[in-house]
């Protein structure tokens, strides 16, 4: 389970964003929007998150990001090789 995303230097997001999908402590919708963690301290987790924002804001570049990211995860371990650099593109 995610529960927290942070990119920075990607593409076009140059300071770090924070994607959180931790839930507030507003009780209003608790019972149909979010879930437990089964983490100790940490409350519980949303069940869905939208990104918004303006035209050219960083928001599919976020999408890229975890995607890039889920790559690093289910690939490093078979397909890298000791000292391979990842191939991104920075800020």
Not at 2 to 7: A, D, E, K, M, N
Not at 43 to 51: D, F, L, Q, T
Request: net charge positive; proline share 3%; charged share 15%.
């Amino acid at each position: 389970m995610l529960l927290q995303f942070r990119v920075k230097n990607y593409r076009s997001i140059h300071d770090e964003v924070v994607l959180s999908l931790l839930a507030s402590t507003d009780k209003a919708l608790a019972s149909t929007h979010v879930m437990p963690t089964g983490l100790k301290g940490l409350g519980k987790a949303v069940r869905s998150a939208v990104i918004y924002g303006p035209n050219a804001s960083g928001k599919s570049n976020l999408l890229q990001a975890l995607g890039f990211m889920r790559g690093v995860v289910w690939d490093s371990a078979v397909s890298m090789q000791l000292g391979q650099v990842f191939n991104v593109q920075p800020f």
